[in-house]
């Protein structure tokens, strides 16, 4: 992989993981081949050792011939590294927590067992040609220097890549970008980035990862995932390209697709003021917004909304202008003076006031008669 940054979406893994969420066979294909087709690098299709109906799922996948490497999800227990090899995988992602809390609460271990552990799936799983990515559950909360001591212990069983995960989401971008920093600078493996949204930061956690110098960083399409979810699919790639100056060159027109299909399979619709995918994105019912979108787009749009197969649109409401309201007409080939607006604004913003709601083209319309 030779991009500055590369994708590896786990909505298939951590973001089925939501409460409530559970994707069929077909389900999972279908969500995969779409990845696949827009242009993640990786895709983490699961748990092998989860199920007999999970193994046939990842086989499926992997029988699809996808572009994207494949990875599935195992606990640091030798067993679980059989499953994966079971299935035919031939990348797999080894996870332990490495926080105290986890440690001696969750799993009532010591740090030498975490290392003697780590060990000993590394040199199981590379004795079978794996490509290993190593997770840190809750390396936020860790010991700084036991976690660089686990970071090198990777290292020196020949892993392929170090997985920061911010479990909890209790980093901010500054500290995230210094921790990342200073990882970077005491390893020679690849790192990658997870972070969860329970403070609404895990996009602008990615973001200061990556600006760090991570080479990977996971994602979830709608931000699926554990409590409030991981760092978006599509904010992440938006925002890479919009905002870092980053472009993957995917096919981000399908993005919308891809939300939907997902959507669906989940159970979960998404909310109109979604970043990038929301119904609300771009559309203006603010007067003041109204008159700067129409007189130039990039006023009030942070992109082209072709780009993602939107399109602008004027509400007519409350809160409109009378270049709101002269625009809308004009777009129907009616041309309004300034005082006819400024009467149909009055009427505009009395009805949707009292409806509690923006108008529909034909209450609109009927304004012009009255």
């Known amino acids: 992989m030779s991009k500055s940054v590369n994708i590896s979406d786990t909505t298939l893994r951590d973001g089925e993981q939501s409460p409530g969420i559970s994707f069929t066979l077909e389900e999972k294909v279908k969500i995969s081949k779409l990845l696949d087709s827009i242009g993640v690098d990786e895709i983490e299709a699961g748990i092998p050792a989860m199920c007999k109906q999970e193994k046939k799922t990842i086989k499926k996948i992997l029988d699809s011939n996808l572009k994207a490497r494949v990875l599935g999800w195992n606990r640091a227990v030798l067993k679980d590294i059989d499953e994966s090899l079971d299935c035919g995988l031939e990348a797999v992602v080894i996870s332990l927590p490495v926080s105290d809390i986890h440690i001696n609460y969750k799993l009532k271990k010591t740090k030498n067992w975490i290392i003697d552990n780590l060990k000993r799936c590394i040199d199981y799983a590379k004795k079978h040609k794996l490509y290993v990515v190593v997770g840190a559950e809750?390396?936020?909360?860790?010991?700084?220097?036991?976690?660089?001591?686990?970071?090198?212990?990777?290292?020196?069983?020949?892993?392929?890549?170090?997985?920061?995960?911010d479990t909890l989401g209790i980093l901010e971008p500054l500290n995230f970008y210094k921790t990342i920093k200073t990882i970077i600078n005491r390893t020679k493996l690849e790192i990658e980035i997870h972070t969860h949204n329970d403070?609404?930061?895990?996009?602008?956690?990615?973001l200061a990862g990556i600006s760090a110098g991570a080479k990977w960083v996971d994602t979830t399409v709608n931000g699926l995932g554990e409590r409030s979810g991981n760092a978006a699919f599509e904010e992440v790639i938006m925002a890479l390209k919009h905002i870092l100056g980053i472009n993957l060159e995917m096919k981000i027109k399908k993005l919308i697709k891809l939300s939907e299909v997902v959507s669906k399979a989940s159970g979960r619709e998404i909310p109109v003021g979604k970043p990038i995918i929301g119904k609300n994105c771009f559309l203006h019912e603010s007067g003041?917004?109204?008159?700067?979108?129409i007189k130039h787009p990039?006023?009030?749009e942070p992109f082209k909304p072709l780009t993602i197969g939107k399109r602008s649109e004027l509400v007519i409401g409350k809160h409109s202008g009378r270049s709101g309201i002269k625009a809308f007409f004009r777009l129907r080939g009616i041309e309004l003076s300034d005082n006819r607006a400024k009467e149909i604004l009055v009427k505009v913003r009395k009805k949707s006031s009292l409806i509690k709601r923006a108008l529909l083209d034909k209450e609109i319309y009927s304004f012009n008669n009255t």
């Open 138 to 165: 809750d390396a936020s909360r860790a010991d700084f220097k036991f976690l660089l001591k686990y970071i090198k212990t990777i290292e020196n069983c020949g892993g392929d890549r170090f997985r920061f995960c």
């Open 199 to 206: 403070f609404g930061l895990a996009t602008a956690n990615a």
């Open 288 to 293: 003041i917004h109204q008159d700067g979108v």
């Open 298 to 300: 990039s006023n009030y």
